[in-house]
């Protein structure tokens, strides 16, 4: 069985369980895990070094070997369920994602990533879209998903559920990057498109299966999406709101961030206008020419 | 295709101008206590270098940090991607302030222009740094040429032994550029210096992409923090305020 004797670094199971772990320990910093474990390459490892800081001496030096069955026992329970663990150990963790300084430790998913999701872009907006934002994000997303581009979303009422539901409907790839645990829904009402999106793309959470939603799983999650896209393109938003957060943050990602002209009504979307890396675009077509340019091998010109 | 303008604009997001003067090292522009005129490192060991000049303060973890350690290590085609990016930075950078490094070295320009190899003698057979800089980078591929190698002196790797390099022929004369991705202890860029010296290269000057920032040394997070999270490609560390 699974007990502690002999310990084979290069399992990927144990490894996952490790790094599972190493999240779930009090006081936890993704970030730092995420440094550390890519660093040494193995999650064991830096379990087996224990907590550093003051925390070292209250747990000795054996706290190393902690016991791995709990969490192996998870891992198998969530798979049967048939969410996916990829860890930033993992060849198949997705590329763009790994690219950016704040990548999570993990995400769960459910469905299928596939070598072609590193072609997303995520398409963001307000939960109380207007009749011109609903219209104008499902062009933008037809249009990606014509292209060939899977559609990222965050599976929220609105210009999220209206750019899923558009990449679908022309039979696009579209993947969900949600801001609870894969176990929940929220908002309730889209359980059944996150049904859907997990059967036919991909639903990923960097949360624990159970997480509630909270204040701050949102924002999280929109880091998430911006690391997981070639870029972020905003439809339509408030100067409060998740999809502003995730241009910020596509921006500190070197992600290119494509706003529609319709949104330089706010101010907020006005000065960001001004910033290095942002685009603001009249036609879906801007917005694949300019990640086709980006993200050519050609070298550049002068 | 790309324009070298449009490669390296989003980088002014996540770049930041190293300072010069009062509190920074007069060398490599790390933070230090007011009464120190350079760091402990730049201080304690010997200096080859004529001028040092970091394009921006790399904190670590930070985006910059992580890409100058990712394109050497990410999948291919994230990394290719990384790799232009970085060429069309260092580019833009020395169109703007090649001239700043030279007059900082008291020369009027550099012959030579070289990187400093790997510290892995396996990974510096195909090390991206010399493709950015030996054939993308317009400033720089034209005057681009590999002369330092690896000596089979074995030497401390985080030492000031001139001997852990050594240059594969005379440099009689020659003013070097000196080419890095990160300056962390310049203990690797000094002793490439020391080569250079070594086989007759009148001056040698180094710039680098970034000057890693470990924001758990000392007070360097409120350092760091001191320091505006703004990058104009008009300014360089030799001329900020």
């Not at chain 1, 772990?21 to 390459?41: F, H, K, M, S, T």
């Not at chain 2, 510096?124 to 681009?144: C, K, M």
Request: aromatic residues 6%; proline residues 6%; neutral net charge.
């Amino acid at each position: 069985m699974f007990v502690a004797t002999t310990v084979n670094h290069t399992s990927p199971n144990l490894e996952t369980a490790a790094l599972i772990a190493l999240l779930r320990a009090p006081g936890a910093r993704w970030q730092q895990i995420a440094d550390d474990v890519e660093e040494a390459g193995s999650a064991r490892q830096v379990l087996d070094r224990g907590p550093t800081g003051e925390q070292a001496s209250m747990f000795g030096e054996g706290a190393a070997s902690e016991d791995l069955t709990a969490h192996i026992a998870d891992l198998g329970a969530w798979a049967r369920e048939g969410m996916s663990v990829l860890t930033v150990l993992d060849a198949d963790y997705p590329e763009n994602l790994r690219t950016v300084y704040d990548r999570p430790p993990l995400i769960f998913v459910a469905g299928d990533l596939c070598p072609e999701d590193s072609r997303s872009v995520a398409v963001v907006g307000t939960r109380r879209p207007t009749g011109d934002g609903i219209t104008r994000a499902r062009r933008i997303a037809h249009h990606l998903a014509a292209s060939g581009y899977t559609v990222a979303s965050g599976l929220a009422t609105g210009i999220d559920t209206t750019a899923h539901t558009a990449a679908l409907e022309v039979g696009g790839r579209t993947v969900a990057v949600i801001g609870t645990g894969l176990r929940r829904a929220y908002p309730r009402e889209n359980a059944g498109l996150q049904a859907r999106i997990a059967k036919e793309g991909a639903v990923i959470s960097q949360f624990l299966p159970d997480a509630p939603p909270t204040r701050r799983s949102f924002p999280m999650r929109n880091g998430v999406m911006s690391g997981l896209a070639l870029a972020t393109v905003v439809v339509e938003a408030g100067e409060i709101s998740g999809s502003r957060m995730q241009a910020r943050l596509a921006l500190q990602h070197n992600r290119p961030v494509f706003l529609l002209r319709s949104l330089l009504e706010h101010d907020w979307a006005a000065s960001m206008e001004r910033r290095p890396g942002v685009y603001v675009v009249d036609e879906p077509e801007q917005i694949t020419e300019a990640i086709q340019r980006l993200t050519s091998t050609a070298l550049p010109t002068a | 295709m790309a324009t070298v303008g449009e490669l390296s604009d989003p980088y002014a997001n996540f770049m930041r101008t190293p300072r010069r003067g009062a509190s920074c090292c007069a060398t490599c522009m790390t933070f230090v206590e007011p009464a120190y005129q350079r760091c402990y490192l730049c201080s304690s060991n010997q200096r080859w270098l004529t001028a040092v000049l970091p394009i921006s303060y790399a904190e670590r973890s930070g985006q910059l940090h992580t890409n100058l350690a990712g394109y050497k290590r990410w999948p291919p085609a994230i990394a290719a991607r990384t790799r232009l990016q970085l060429a069309a930075v260092l580019w833009r950078f020395l169109l703007g302030h090649e001239s700043c490094l030279a007059t900082a070295a008291e020369i009027d320009r550099f012959d030579l222009v070289t990187t400093v190899p790997s510290s892995d003698a396996a990974r510096d057979e195909h090390h991206p740094l010399r493709t950015i800089v030996g054939q993308i980078a317009e400033p720089t591929r034209d005057r681009y040429e590999r002369v330092l190698r690896r000596s089979t002196i074995a030497v401390e790797e985080r030492g000031g032994d001139p001997r852990r390099f050594t240059a594969v022929r005379s440099l009689a004369g020659e003013r070097v550029l000196l080419i890095d991705d990160t300056w962390t202890t310049g203990a690797r860029a000094q002793t490439a210096a020391a080569a250079l010296l070594a086989a007759g290269a009148s001056t040698v000057a180094a710039l680098v992409i970034g000057r890693f920032i470990n924001p758990k040394y000392a007070d360097n997070a409120a350092r760091l923090a001191e320091v505006p999270r703004t990058f104009s490609w008009e300014m360089c560390g030799l001329h900020a305020p």
